[in-house]
């Protein structure tokens, strides 16, 4: 199953640290604060534990959603513009060309 993460968060370093944890777990970005992943559900709750722990120094405005999509719904979504490349994102794909 994977993850589709959203998140509006005010401090600018908060944000970008953030953002690196969920590249180095393997989310792809889709979005300036969207990312897409597919991760097992035990890392999921680990880092959901691990943002909880840290959320208390956040602002009373920023929020943080998590949801979970199977596989089909994520390759039938509609995209205007450049679409998200669903195999790297579904981690079908064997390598990442860079």
Not at 14 to 27: I, V
Not at 31 to 56: D, P, T, Y
Request: glycine share 4%; aromatic share 12%.
């Amino acid at each position: 199953m994977a993850q589709l993460i959203c998140y509006d968060i005010e401090d600018h370093r908060k944000r970008e640290k953030l953002a690196k944890e969920l590249t180095r777990m393997g989310f792809v970005r889709i979005q300036l604060s969207v990312f897409a992943g597919n991760l097992r559900h035990a890392a999921c709750m680990a880092l959901l534990e691990k943002i909880r722990s840290k959320w208390k120094s956040h602002s009373p405005s920023d929020k943080f959603y998590m949801f979970f999509i199977d596989d089909h719904q994520m390759e039938n979504c509609y995209a205007l513009g450049q679409a998200p490349d669903w195999e790297l994102i579904l981690q079908k794909a064997k390598y990442r060309i860079f």
